[in-house]
T-cell receptor, first 115, second 114 residues
Framework: GAVVSQHPSRVICKSGTSVKIECRSL??????MFWYRQFPKQSLMLMAT?????????EQGVEKDKFLINHASLTLSTLTVTSAHPEDSSFYIC???????????FGPGTRLTVT | QKEVEQNSGPLSVPEGAIASLNCTYS??????FFWYRQYSGKSPELIMS????GDKEDGRFTAQLNKASQYVSLLIRDSQPSDSATYLC??????????????FGQGTILTVHP
């Protein structure tokens, strides 16, 4: 399978600050990456689709000005949570399609805690 | 709204038994189906993909797909305590705004007891 990394794995920030999460495809090029959020005891919810060289596509109900996504290269997508609030505390996971483009592989996730 | 339904469990089986996990989906045009395993506090790991009606076997895992019934299942033979996890069924959208996106079920918690 394809290898996807995320950094940081865990972050604690104060309310009102911004946090950037990086997602990298390590052994392949990913023209499309996905960002998910998972709250405790719930399933994954797709937040947005990140396309290299173009604007991200956000799912209904996800604020694009709050969750800034940049996909500047074929191996890197970033998610910035701006003006974070405690309700943004969650497990953020990115994924990318592998070489077999219909299989999606997940990064290890970033646990965000906003105090 | 495209939906994927799973029995949330928990499903408890003894070590060595067969665990059977089920999933139904609402989008008739979907063509790609996946099973992910998620350990507590970790991200999902792809364990099986299936695209054609019938069975697909990989080691102790067998995925079964019936598009007419909109049903996909996962069988785990010779279950081990290390198989204890949440199993997520995912369906890839085949058209419209869902194209290429995965929709996940709520997951089934599996516990394999020694």
């Amino acid at each position: 399978g394809a290898v996807v990394s995320q950094h940081p794995s865990r972050v604690i920030c104060k309310s009102g600050t911004s946090v950037k999460i990086e997602c990298r495809s390590l052994d392949f090029q990913a023209t499309t990456m996905f960002w998910y959020r998972q709250f405790p005891k719930q399933s994954l919810m797709l937040m947005a689709t990140s396309n290299e060289g173009s604007k991200a596509t956000y799912e209904q109900g996800v604020e694009k000005d709050k969750f800034l996504i940049n996909h500047a290269s074929l191996t890197l997508s970033t998610l910035t949570v701006t003006s974070a609030h405690p309700e943004d505390s969650s497990f953020y996971i990115c994924s990318a399609n592998g070489q077999i483009s219909y299989e999606q592989y997940f990064g290890p996730g970033t646990r965000l805690t906003v105090t | 709204q495209k939906e994927v339904e799973q029995n949330s469990g928990p499903l408890s089986v003894p070590e060595g038994a067969i665990a059977s996990l089920n999933c139904t989906y609402s989008d008739r045009v979907s063509q790609s189906f996946f099973w992910y395993r998620q350990y507590s506090g970790k991200s999902p790991e792809l364990i099986m993909s299936i695209y054609s009606n019938g069975d697909k076997e990989d080691g102790r895992f067998t995925a079964q797909l019936n598009k007419a019934s909109q049903y996909v299942s996962l069988l785990i033979r010779d279950s081990q305590p290390s198989d204890s996890a949440t199993y997520l069924c995912a369906v890839k959208g085949a058209g419209g705004t869902s194209y290429g996106k995965l929709t996940f079920g709520q997951g089934t918690i599996l516990t394999v007891h020694p």
